[in-house]
């Protein structure tokens, strides 16, 4: 399996794996949306056999009160369903988590499962004073500093892009 920068000609591969993964497209739009939006954003997939598996994006959110703070926000993220619980997921995470911290971010949010993004150094936001805009519980929405102390003494609420409002 290859984890590699999302092509041109993958598109359709990776809208594919988005609606595979989700009960509704609406992920998959979100991807199409941020790719042409959002700047920059990385957006990587998983092959195996010159077959898109999986992809993940992450793409710029701001803190209120501090415009210039370098965050990414990780969302989605997908693995074709018969290709789950293998790695892929995992290998994805790492990869984007690596490339984003290559191109300046200090930190990245998460909305997702508070039993499997911790095992890649989230913990939850709260822990550093933020909170998503977003009505969720407390342990789904996390955080992870790229570069140690980023957050620290940095509270607020994390803005999204606007298509996100759309999922």
């Known amino acids: 399996m290859l984890i ?14 988005n609606v595979s993964a989700f009960e509704t497209p609406s992920e998959a739009t979100l991807v199409d949306v941020l790719r042409e ?19 993940i994006m992450f793409s710029p959110v701001s803190l209120s009160g501090y415009p210039d703070l370098n ?25 984007g988590l690596e490339q984003c911290r ?17 095992r890649f150094g989230f913990s ?4 550093f004073g933020i909170d998503s805009g977003y009505e969720v ?3 789904v929405f996390m955080a992870m500093e790229l570069k140690p ?6 509270t607020g609420r994390v803005k999204y892009h606007p298509a996100f409002s759309n999922v």
């Not at 590699?4 to 794996?17: G, I, L, M, T, Y």
């Not at 965050?71 to 290998?91: D, F, H, N, Y």
């Not at 939850?124 to 822990?127: K, N």
């Open 4 to 17: 590699r920068a999302e092509k041109e000609n993958d598109r359709d591969a990776v809208f594919a794996v």
């Open 37 to 55: 939006q959002a700047q920059p954003v990385v957006s990587l997939v998983a092959e195996d056999n010159g077959n898109v598996v999986g992809h």
């Open 71 to 95: 965050v990414m926000g990780l969302a989605p993220m997908a693995v074709a369903p018969e290709r789950q619980r293998k790695g892929i997921g995992s290998a994805l995470v790492r990869a």
């Open 102 to 118: 290559q191109l300046g971010f200090v930190a990245v949010v998460v909305l997702g499962h508070p039993e499997y993004y911790p």
């Open 124 to 127: 939850p936001s709260s822990r």
């Open 137 to 139: 519980p407390e342990e």
């Open 149 to 154: 102390e980023a957050l620290s003494g940095k």
